[in-house]
């Protein structure tokens, strides 16, 4: 099949695009490299099945292919709260412009959805008929919103013109590839406790998130685009910490040594997050298989020889 990932120069999408290649696909790449770089689709750019278009989703584009995962949107509040107006029109415009590619050219549909439309659930752990508890007016809803519109928009295509969607809602997941600025909990703790840097917390530590290794959802990507089920539909690991100890789980693999500071609590900040994978199991077989230590050593394998490779 040729397949189309939209943000595949990103975290997420690079790893997806390493699974796709691996099955023998042809991969169309297209990213604005806001917070993906070329390093990460490096090893595949001579490869004659793979393309890489330079592109912003919020111009329309041309393309025939078979499948359409999309991705491209910035997914740390540091970076999407960077230039909200355009993280809405990437989630609004650009999820638009490829929901109509896939109309024109017959291709099943695959959006990147998040647990944040869930907002600060007070239902907990989060099912997928819960409807969410979102601040539409606050700094984070401009990617919690514009997620909602992305879902709407889907729903509405596939109703009114028959797109063959489906809708994944993806939990914190991490990896390696996460980047070093990333601004996400678990790359700020790893690279702050490399660095011998005070782990930041925010907050007390006691909101909770439930954190996803990048292969289980990469897994969890595929067995969804190629299922009947159509979502929405929640993929993440249901182990759920508090920040806290989340904070002194990386201090004590990386460097015990290392402080632990009290930071502000971002506004609208989810108290906790816990996806309920029945669904996910029901439909697909699927659950994680990677424990959080486990997943952790292969990160801070990953930053270190990042950041211990720069420091040479
Ligand atoms: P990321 O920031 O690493 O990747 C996003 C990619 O999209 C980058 O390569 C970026 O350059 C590209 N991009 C952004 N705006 C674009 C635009 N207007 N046009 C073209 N390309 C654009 O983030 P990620 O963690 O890989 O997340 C990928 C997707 O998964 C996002 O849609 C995100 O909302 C969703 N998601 C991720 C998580 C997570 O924990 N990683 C959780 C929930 C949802
Ligand atoms: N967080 C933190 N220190 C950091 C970065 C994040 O304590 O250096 C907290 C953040 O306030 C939130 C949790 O960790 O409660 C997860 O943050 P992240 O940005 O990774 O994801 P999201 O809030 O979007 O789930």
Known sequence: MRILVTGGAGFLGSHLIDRLMAQGHEVVCLDNFYTGTKRHILKWLDNPYFELIRHDITEPIRLEVDQIYHLACPASPVHYQYNPVKTIKTNVIGTMNMLGLAKRVKARFFLASTSEVYGDPDVHPQTEDYRGNVNCIGIRSCYDEGKRVAETLSFDYHRQNGVDIRVVRIFNTYGPRMLENDGRVVSNFIAQALRNEPLTVYGDGSQT?????????????????????????????????????????????????????????????????????????????????VPLDQGLELTIKDFRDRIEGNQK
């Open 209 to 289: 998130r439930s954190f996803c290794y990048v292969s289980d959802l990469v897994e969890g990507f595929i067995r969804l685009m190629n299922c009947d089920e159509i979502g929405p539909m929640n993929l993440g690991n249901p182990g759920e910490y508090t920040i806290l100890e989340l904070a002194q789980k990386i201090q004590n693999m990386i460097n015990p040594g290392a402080e632990i500071i009290f930071k502000p609590l971002p506004e609208d900040d989810p108290k906790q997050r816990q996806p309920d994978i029945t669904l996910a199991k029901k439909w697909l077989g699927w659950e994680p298989t």
